[in-house]
């Protein structure tokens, strides 16, 4: 066999991973958003539920819940925070 032919299967190999590695890195980036956002929903939900009693509700749409998703438990404060500022309750 010529040693070209086994370099040039050794180029076109390295090629490869090097495209499928730079393909990987942002399905990596959207599955963190989107498990963020599960989980920035449930926080909401469960902070809806709760503060239903007292009188306190969030929206549940994209951005509050990347904002929670993002944040945790701080997201959620400074939602409520913010909609109590800007509406007054």
Do not use: C, D, E, K
């Amino acid at each position: 066999m010529n040693l070209s032919i086994v370099f040039s299967y050794l180029l076109g190999l390295l090629i490869l991973y090097l495209v499928a590695r730079l393909l990987l890195i942002p399905l990596r980036v959207i599955a963190r958003l989107l498990i963020n956002g599960i989980i920035g929903g449930l926080l909401l939900a469960v902070f809806n539920l709760v503060g239903g009693y007292f009188g306190l509700y969030l929206a549940i749409n994209p951005i509050t819940v990347l904002v929670a998703g993002l944040l945790g438990v701080p997201g959620i404060f400074l939602l409520a925070a913010i909609r109590y500022m800007v509406i007054g309750g």
